[in-house]
């Protein structure tokens, strides 16, 4: 007998058209308005309900019912690309310049609704499951705006993933705890009277005290972090002068702030402050510092975690299933809903071993298409296992 939560020729066919599509027709954070109906017409070829409009361009469609106790599970997919001109030399890369699907988005929205064709298919599911098409991932940080417009009402738990080229096709890494970092912005203003490159003693020159800055904040890491947790301070731009013979009158730095522990992130905020303003009294120059919140880090659910390890199991057999040792210290939104309810994200291996260099967040990104498959089982299987081990309970 075939395996009716496995996806046929039919449909490994509709999906990876879907992420072709879907990538020729790049959009950014908030702006997903043709991916938006895009998926909405494959959900209504599909015959799923669906509300459009959430958050502006997010979708959440409905599988099953929610009656007699039943459980709610939510699966999600993100929606935007990146402002990065492709450079793939894809027969079907982004037919829009300086926009491109370069994380793998058209893939996550492509393994959803193949998910949804699975579930679809289920003569009797036990429980309702949400799919979540959500926009701005990459900034903006749409899961917040989602739940806002009360996506997660009557949701126990909630499943998602990212394709993972650190990964290959066939494995699914699975990780209890915490798996993504803190990513919070800092903003450093420096400014000064500015003047003539040949009168210093008659200024104060902000481009020597930026330079004195972006080395001091090494050691925030280097000599100011607990080592048993990872952090990363990267400054990841720097603006300033106008001339060889003016001194600036002011440089603006920006970076961003990556931790794991709670204690280590507020050690790092304050040690930033301290050395902003010590510039200030070092080279008398004006400096404000900003920092911004960015998203908080993602913890899997443990018992959820266990669900999602099943399903791997029953979709890429016990040797595919892997662990994440150390946790990544990109960000990832999907830890806005772990805020509210439990859930797990993994990782979904689809390295193309052809194409070294093809990073997530680059112009040559690419990901095998043989994830998708993977993927639609998984995510079904999550939602499956979830419902009947509730009903169970
Ligand atoms: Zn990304
Ligand atoms: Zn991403």
């Not at 793998?104 to 009797?124: E, I, N, T, Y």
Request: proline share 5%; net charge negative.
């Amino acid at each position: 007998m075939t395996n009716p939560l496995s996806p046929d020729e039919q449909l490994l066919a509709w999906m990876t058209d879907i992420r072709r599509t879907l990538h020729q027709h790049p959009e950014l954070a908030l702006q997903e308005f043709r991916t938006a109906e895009y998926v909405s017409a494959k959900l209504a070829e599909l015959g799923i309900a669906h509300q459009n409009g959430i958050a502006g361009t997010g979708i959440a469609a409905f599988i099953g019912e929610k009656k007699n106790g039943a459980r709610s599970v939510a699966l999600r997919a993100d929606m935007d690309a990146l402002p990065i001109t492709e450079k793939t030399g894809l027969p079907f890369a982004s037919q829009h310049d300086g926009v491109m699907h370069a994380c793998g988005h058209d893939g996550h929205m492509a393994m959803l609704l193949g998910a949804a064709a699975l579930l679809k298919k289920q003569a009797r599911l036990p429980g309702r499951v949400v799919l979540l098409f959500q926009p701005a991932e990459e900034d903006e940080g749409g899961a917040e705006k989602m739940i806002a417009a009360g996506v997660l009402m009557g949701v126990d738990a909630i499943f998602g993933g990212h394709i993972e080229r650190h990964y290959a096709v066939g494995e699914i890494a699975v990780q209890p705890g915490l798996i993504c970092a803190f990513t919070d912005e800092f903003r450093i203003n420096i400014r000064g009277p500015g003047g003539h490159a040949a009168k210093p003693h008659e200024s104060a020159d902000c481009i020597v005290a930026a330079a004195f800055l972006v080395t001091s904040l090494q050691t925030l890491v280097a000599r100011e972090t607990n080592p048993v947790y990872p952090a990363v301070v990267t400054v990841g731009k720097i603006h300033g002068g106008t001339a060889s013979n003016v001194i600036a009158d002011q440089v603006v730095l920006e970076g961003t702030i990556r931790t794991t522990h709670i204690a280590a992130r507020e050690n790092i905020f304050e040690s930033l402050r301290r050395m902003a303003l010590a510039v200030r009294d070092l080279y008398r120059t004006e400096t404000e510092l900003t920092l911004t919140p960015g998203y908080p880090p993602v913890i899997n659910d443990q018992k959820i975690a266990e669900v999602a390890r099943q399903a791997a199991r029953q979709t890429v057999g016990e040797n595919g299933v892997k662990s994440q040792p150390y946790p990544s210290l990109g960000g990832e939104d999907f830890s806005f809903y772990l805020k509210h309810i439990p859930g797990c994200f993994v990782r979904f291996g689809a390295r193309r071993d052809d194409l070294p260099h093809a990073n997530a967040h680059s112009p040559v990104f690419d990901f095998d298409e043989r994830v998708l498959p993977v993927g639609a089982e998984f995510l079904a299987r999550c939602a499956l296992l979830f419902l009947q081990q509730a009903a169970r309970d």
